[in-house]
């Protein structure tokens, strides 16, 4: 009895090491497996991913951690291939059956789409048929889908009129990207689709193309709709530079216009801006602007046949008709001979700060914003003299004064960032407004 319980014992002893050794095999992690079989893989339109340069100047492509790929074989028969070494592209798979594929026609991809994932939420394929794979040679991809290209600084709604998008395996027909500097959204072309981008439940813009494969869209500065639109109800939108704001390839419905803030059709204080007299202006040059009520229209000849990019630079009052695609930094800023500065309580009534000189926004108009404190004193001065100074003894938001040489200081009721407007050859001479 004694001999079989023995028995007995040394057999469960056994059995539990060969348990324990399965167990382990079947545990054991991936990555100390030997893959069964592996292939190089990189892609040949390199600008749809993140690229890096080597010194000799070939881009080489780099792949992301977790990446896969799928080789499927002439029949049903498929099998995942996963990153193993990303510096060289190599991907590997564990799968014994995997062998079978070699000599086989297979398609290669990776599997999805996803328009949120960046420059890696690409469809790529291979790029030449496959007749016979061979995995000892490298196999070349190719993106297939497109991208859009752009820069925010809201959320952006993309809307198509297909589906194009392809988030969690769903194709839609929209997506909302966050705020970014680079963005990168994946789609899948498709001829005749019209297009749109909105921001806070605005749409900013549409377009309708045939959109291509293993292209990239560059969108450029999608910008949120501003307060300020022009008199025939065309919106400003923001850009990359802060208080310059622009309407793209538009066409006007008049070609004598101002603008003003968005809704505010009685035009209350800072809400109109123009022209000191009325005038026709030219495409593709700086026009002084300024703020008041009776502001006066510009005219550009063809505004309604010919689209224009127009910019409004607030900063500096001035605006811009300029021929599309052209951007204001190539056009020369107004100069004159003289200039304008503050001299007042909040510098001692002394020398000037670059931030107490008025910008020369050209038609003999001068602009600054500048902060006040409640009961500051100041005079405008000319050319950092007292030769020529002018002051007024009951300045006002929105209301013009007329000016005289060596009058009563100016004096601010309410702290505050504020516009000021000097214009020497008009009368009354000062605006002034709060923001």
């Known amino acids: 009895m004694k001999k079989f319980w023995n028995l007995m014992l040394a057999a469960l002893v056994i059995f539990g090491a060969v348990a324990c050794t399965e167990n382990q095999e079947e545990n054991v992690p991936q990555a100390e497996l030997k893959p069964v079989l592996s292939f ?115 959320d952006v709604t993309l809307t198509a009129s297909t589906e194009i998008f392809v988030e969690d395996g769903a194709i839609s027909k929209t997506v909302t990207i966050p705020a970014g500097d680079d963005n990168w959204v994946a789609f899948l072309p498709n001829p005749n689709c019209t297009f749109s981008y909105s921001i806070d439940g605005v749409k900013c813009k549409e377009i309708t193309k045939d959109f291509e494969a293993k292209k990239i869209y560059n969108l450029g500065f999608l910008g949120a709709p501003s307060d300020w639109e022009i008199s025939d109800g065309t919106r400003f939108y923001t850009t990359e530079t802060p208080d310059l704001f622009v309407a793209k390839n538009v066409k006007l419905t008049a070609n004598n216009f101002c603008l003003h803030k968005v809704g505010d059709t009685a035009w209350g204080a800072g809400a109109k801006y123009g022209l000191v007299t009325a005038a026709t202006k030219s495409v593709d040059t700086a026009i002084g602007l300024y703020s008041a009520n009776w502001a006066n229209d510009i005219t550009i000849s063809n505004a309604t046949t010919t689209a224009h990019d127009i910019y409004f630079d607030r900063a500096n009052s001035r605006l811009y008709v300029m021929t599309v695609g052209k951007h204001p930094s190539t056009v020369a800023n107004p100069t004159h001979a003289d200039f304008y500065n503050i001299a007042g309580s909040m510098n001692n009534w002394g020398t000037y700060t670059e931030a107490q000189k008025f910008v020369y926004s050209g038609d003999n108009v001068w602009h600054l914003v500048i902060d006040f404190k409640a009961n500051d004193e100041f005079k405008v001065q000319k050319n950092n003299g007292w030769g020529t100074c002018y002051g007024h003894n009951n300045i006002q938001n929105n209301v013009g004064k007329s000016l005289s040489n060596g009058s009563d200081n100016a004096k601010m009721k309410a702290a505050g960032t504020y516009e000021i407007w000097v214009i020497p050859s008009h009368n009354p001479q000062l605006y002034i407004i709060k923001r």
Not at 71 to 89: I, S
Not at 112 to 124: F, L, P, T
Not at 126 to 146: G, H, M, Y
């Open 40 to 154: 190089v893989a990189n892609i040949a339109n390199d600008d749809t991913r993140v690229n890096t340069v080597e010194e000799n100047g070939v881009w080489k492509t780099v792949w992301s951690a977790n990446e896969t790929l799928i080789v499927y074989g002439p029949g049903t028969e498929e099998y995942e291939f996963t990153l193993t070494d990303a510096e060289n592209g190599v991907f590997s798979c564990y799968d014994e059956g995997v062998r079978d594929l070699i000599g086989e026609p297979v398609q290669i991809d990776n599997g999805y789409v996803n328009s949120k994932a960046g420059k890696q939420g690409a469809w790529i394929e291979n790029k030449e048929e496959i007749v016979s794979f061979d995995p000892t040679a490298n196999i070349t991809l190719e993106v297939k889908s497109s991208f859009f290209r752009f820069s925010s600084a809201s």
